[in-house]
């Protein structure tokens, strides 16, 4: 299977999380020299420092990436560790949440990046699901609504059910969806809250098909996200599926664990390395 050519060259992303201790120029020329010709955006410290105020050093955050020759498929503003998130409640954190989630949207369409990641946000365990859930698509509405105007496309991903009691699995995204009920959001998969809740890659396109436009394409043993060879998830299984339902959407390596963090760079090229036999061209 390994010897089978399924993915373009372009699809494989690099994201930065790991590469929390190195700057963003590291970065960037870290992940060129591995090969990768995309990146998808986090929106986080040490490299964007986004708030509701604006985005610090904005406009040499964008002269670095365009510097570096590196494309930006989707930006992801940081949207699980700081305060902002979609289902945040009261009116004045609302407000700054908006704010700060519309400087991404900005940023995105000054990288020429037309997709910004996403998810449900969450509710406090101490109040009525029923009250976030309402909360995240009122706002979900709203960000919809502000993507549009500037020709944006909204990806959307579930999270593990210890990071969200909203959407955290295929049904309730595919429910979710379908209440808030706009055309320039699509689902995204990620691979680790696919596999933690126990579904699989089949499973999400034959309910959503080609509505999937990106993923966070990682190794896992469940629960981690790890560089590709450190899990135990069957990567010419996943090929199989991505062959089999034409999948031509970027291929996001959003590696986190803090194993990687003394040498990013490494992993990089090592994930790099494993998806390039599987690589047209």
């Not at 910004?116 to 009250?131: F, K, M, T």
């Not at 790890?226 to 970027?250: C, F, T």
């Amino acid at each position: 299977m390994a010897e089978e050519k399924i993915i373009s060259p372009e699809q494989p992303a690099a994201m930065g999380i790991h590469y929390h201790y190195y700057s963003l120029k590291y970065m960037l020329e870290s992940q060129k020299r591995a090969g990768y010709q995309n990146i998808e955006l986090f929106c986080a410290a040490p490299h964007v420092q986004m708030t509701a105020e604006g985005i610090a050093d904005r406009a040499e955050l964008i002269q670095t990436i365009r510097d570096s020759g590196l494309r930006v498929v989707c930006v992801t503003p940081d949207n699980c560790m700081g305060p902002w998130q979609y289902a945040v409640a009261g009116a004045e954190k609302i407000d700054q949440s908006k704010r700060c989630f519309r400087h991404a949207l900005e940023l995105a369409a000054d990288l020429d990046c037309r997709q910004v990641a996403c998810h449900s946000g969450w509710g406090l365990l101490d109040e009525p699901r029923e009250e976030a859930w309402k909360r995240s698509l009122d706002f979900m509405e709203w960000y919809c609504n502000e993507a549009k105007k500037i020709g944006l496309t909204l990806v959307m991903e579930s999270l593990r059910s210890a990071e969200s009691n909203l959407v955290n699995n295929l049904p309730t995204l595919e429910q979710y969806l379908k209440e808030l009920s706009c055309d320039n959001i699509k689902p995204m998969i990620d691979t680790c809250a696919m596999s933690v809740a126990g579904e699989s890659m089949e499973e999400w396109f034959h309910t959503f098909g080609s509505e999937i436009v990106h993923m966070h394409f990682v190794d896992g043993t469940p629960y981690f996200h790890l560089a590709w060879g450190d899990g135990d998830r069957s990567l010419d299984g996943y090929m199989e599926v991505i062959k089999a339902n034409h999948y031509q959407g970027a291929l996001t390596q959003e590696i986190t664990d803090g194993r990687y963090y003394d040498d990013p760079a490494k992993a990089d090229e090592q994930s790099y390395r494993t998806l390039r036999s599987y690589m047209k061209g």
